[in-house]
């Protein structure tokens, strides 16, 4: 393991992590979720059909399996979270190329509701980066993506990367 200096290893001297990553990623993950939540939701949209309803703006018409794989969820987890979205007339399920497919779509409605939404994650991101601080939240987010390309599984193994 490489020493790292810093405010509490001013010495530089070889460091242990303390406690389970899994615990404070997801203590970390909740407190996130909730500051967006709490701004998004003003919105009167979940944090989740917020990505959700982008997620087709940005790509649709798509079908179900494809958004799924770009939002690297199931497709029941995604039948699931649709379903209120399209009850509320802010997307669409249309035919598509042949008998079995469909596309999902954004409505008009679902447009003006992302544009809404959107605003309010703007806000909620403003608040973020304030209580982190900028260079911090750039940090992170080039720390979470080197862990993430370093955790996804390679070319059919099970193992993680090294």
Do not use: F
Not at 50 to 79: C, F, H, Q, W
Not at 111 to 127: H, S
């Amino acid at each position: 393991m490489n020493p790292v200096t810093t405010a509490s290893n001013p010495t530089g001297a070889a460091v242990k992590p303390q406690g389970c990553t899994n615990l404070k990623l997801r203590q970390l993950m909740r407190r996130v979720a909730q500051h967006y939540d709490s701004e998004v939701g003003k919105s009167g949209l979940k944090g989740t059909q917020y990505s959700l309803l982008s997620y087709v703006v940005k790509l649709g018409p798509i079908r179900a399996v494809d958004l799924a794989a770009e939002m690297k969820v199931s497709t029941s987890t995604l039948s699931r979270n649709l379903q209120p979205l399209v009850a509320a007339g802010w997307l669409a399920v249309g035919p598509g190329v042949d008998a079995r497919s469909h596309l999902i779509s954004a409505t008009e409605a679902g447009q003006a509701k992302r544009a809404e939404a959107q605003r309010r994650w703007r806000v909620a991101q403003e608040g973020i980066n304030r209580a982190l601080g900028v260079e911090r939240v750039v940090a992170l987010h080039s720390l979470l993506d080197e862990a993430m390309a370093r955790l996804s599984p390679g070319d059919g193994d099970d193992e993680l990367s090294p």
